[in-house]
């Protein structure tokens, strides 16, 4: 077996997760289609917003206007009619400041 530096195998561990989320985002990412209650669907493009500029890590750790996480890094749509009128999750960004808040625009009948 090849023993690398240490120096090596510190760049490989911090690499791994930033491959994983450019094969994620950059690779085969699907979008998420989440039931969306009596809305209708709501269809989440990791490679649209990707197209805007932002990473897996502005979503999944720190939002940095904001300061929060906004999402686990599991699949799980977990949005509640409480959040649609909070600064949380999607609506931390879709405010019509930053991004838009037609509801028409993510719920698909």
Known sequence: ????????????????PCLFCWH???GDARALNYRGGGQGSVIFDHRLHASKGYT???C????????????????QGMISIADHGSDSKCFACHNDKTAFS????CHRK
């Open 60 to 75: 999944h750790t720190r939002l940095p206007s904001t300061g929060k996480q906004l999402f686990q890094t599991q699949k």
């Open 102 to 105: 037609n509801c028409g625009q």
């Open 1 to 16: 077996m090849t023993r690398f530096p240490m120096g090596l195998r510190l760049a490989l561990i911090c690499l791994l």
């Open 24 to 26: 994620a985002v950059a």
């Open 56 to 58: 897996c890590l502005d």
